[in-house]
């Protein structure tokens, strides 16, 4: 079975600053997506930005971007230019290609908070 | 137009009744999805189906039962409900051969 951990619970960063949010998994598959989502106060899941596990380039995303090391096992979000907006619960989520019905198996969770 | 609408968005209940939430999405995606956020926000799968059979069903009780009358709706049936089983229940969908879900608002499931 395949698991994600975010070990961050929560951080904060200032407005206009870059954070990074940490996550890594575990999985014996080779052929998986990697995915981060967002979801603020209003409750919606959105799709932030994903990594397909075959790809070596990192995917971004306008501010943001992502750390993908396979052999680390770790897929760490970079968030540039910080905004309020930004303020959210994100979730890190493994998707297997093969089986499983491409079901999500998502992290706890960060909690981050933008700041003036 | 939503994509995928859930209805409906808050219900309050008190235990052992029976409830149903409903999913639509108008997407044309061939899987639905039904996943519980529970009070600490882990986010966990229930069901899948696509186009109309059970593809997915974890380890829920069977008090839950989903049903999928055309590929366009996914509901999902919770009978004599308990404390435990408040949460937010989110629907989403996915086309064939492509990995990004699209998720419903989601439905903030309260037993009193």
């Known amino acids: 079975a395949q698991t994600v951990t975010q070990s961050q619970p929560e951080m904060s960063v200032q407005e206009a600053e870059t954070v990074t949010l940490s996550c890594t998994y575990d999985?014996?598959?080779?052929?998986?997506?990697l995915f981060w989502y967002k979801q603020p106060p209003s409750r919606q899941m959105i799709l932030v930005i994903r990594q397909e596990a075959y790809k070596q380039q990192n995917a971004t995303e306008n501010r943001f971007s992502v750390n993908f090391q396979k052999a680390a096992k770790s897929f760490s979000l970079k968030i540039s230019d910080s905004q309020l907006g930004d303020t959210a619960m994100y979730f890190c989520a493994f998707m297997k290609l093969t089986g499983g019905g491409n079901k999500l198996t998502f992290g706890t969770g960060t909690q981050l908070k933008v700041e003036l | 137009d939503t994509a995928v609408s859930q209805t409906p968005k808050y219900l309050v209940t008190q235990m052992g009744n029976d409830k149903s939430i409903k999913c639509e999405q108008n997407?044309?995606?061939?899987?639905m999805y039904w996943y519980k956020q529970d009070s600490k926000k882990f986010l966990k799968i229930m069901f899948s189906y696509n186009n109309k059979e059970l593809i997915i069903n974890e380890t829920v009780p069977n008090r839950f039962s989903p049903k999928s009358p055309d590929k366009a709706h996914l509901n999902l049936h919770i009978n004599s409900l308990e404390l435990g089983d408040s949460a937010v229940y989110f629907c989403?969908?996915?086309?064939?051969?492509?990995?990004?879900?699209?998720f419903g608002s989601g439905t903030r499931l309260t037993v009193v």
């Open positions: 999985t014996s598959e080779s052929n998986y997506y």
């Open positions: 989403a969908s996915r086309p064939t051969g492509a990995y990004g879900y699209t």
């Open positions: 997407l044309g995606h061939d899987t």
